[in-house]
């Protein structure tokens, strides 16, 4: 059980980094538009990028 749940996680995890990938992409208008929260999104990005590197 252990396993699958496991594999459920990193199945979210590459999924969010798929998004935060993303979000990489945004134009910098629509950026300005999310304000904090974009600002919020690409400190989880690295966050996940950190914590990635260690699973």
Request: glycine fraction near 2%; charged fraction near 25%.
């Amino acid at each position: 059980q252990s396993i699958i749940r496991e594999e459920e996680q990193r199945t979210a995890l590459t999924e969010i980094w798929s998004v935060m990938n993303w979000m990489q992409t945004v134009p910098q208008e629509t950026a300005d538009q999310l304000g904090p929260s974009y600002r919020a999104l690409k400190r989880a990005h690295s966050n996940l990028h950190r914590y990635w590197a260690d699973v």
